[in-house]
């Protein structure tokens, strides 16, 4: 079974056990093949590794979590098109957001129009950061690699210090290596 026992393979598990202090075993079947699809494109397949990391690291063994399965199979569908990258970002915004840790980036951002256009900055401790109009506009309009890279940063930083670092939780070296997969 270990061709599809691949990270994002979507997979029903039967667990069997005579008694509850017996590990017993597990029965598998394959679903839906998703990671295959991607294993030739080192952008998309270092996103399903970043994301299923973060999912290991951030939840809790055992327990039901419908509406972040549900983010997950909606972001799955849209790793086809051209635009992933923005997707991922919002998705893995959507997951702090059910997890209990929204941004809302909407509340904490000031506007400003420098050169004719509208800026948005989010003032930390000591430094003013810039946040990419994207994340706050939502628009249609085609985002570049530069933008995209700001809004990982932005929801990295936010992830480290609000969840990771209290939590003593290790940030996941795969979501590193899918950014850095990105330059």
């Known amino acids: 079974i270990r061709n599809y026992l691949q990270i ?22 394959l679903i839906k093949a998703i990671s295959p699809n991607y294993f030739n494109d080192k952008e998309r397949t270092s996103a399903l590794i970043s994301l299923c990391s973060l999912l290991n690291s951030l939840l809790p063994e055992s327990q ?20 992933w990258i923005k997707e991922y970002i919002y998705w893995e915004l959507e997951l702090l957001k059910l997890l209990g840790y929204d941004l809302e980036l909407r509340k904490i951002v000031n506007k400003e129009i420098i050169d004719n256009k509208i800026n948005y900055f989010v003032k930390s401790s000591s430094e003013k950061k810039k946040v990419p109009n994207f994340l706050i506009e939502k628009d249609n309009e085609e985002i570049d ?10 929801v990295s930083d936010y992830l480290e210090k609000s969840i990771l670092k209290p939590n003593n939780i ?6 590193l290596h899918f950014v850095n997969s990105l330059k």
């Open 64 to 83: 039901p979590y419908k509406n972040i399965y549900k983010s997950f199979e909606k972001f799955i569908s849209t790793l086809n098109l051209d635009n």
């Open 8 to 29: 994002s393979n979507k997979l029903l598990v039967f667990n069997n056990l005579k008694n509850d202090n017996k590990i017993g075993y597990f029965k598998t079947e």
């Open 170 to 175: 290790n940030y996941p070296s795969s979501r």
């Open 145 to 154: 690699i530069k933008n995209l890279l700001k809004g990982l940063k932005l």
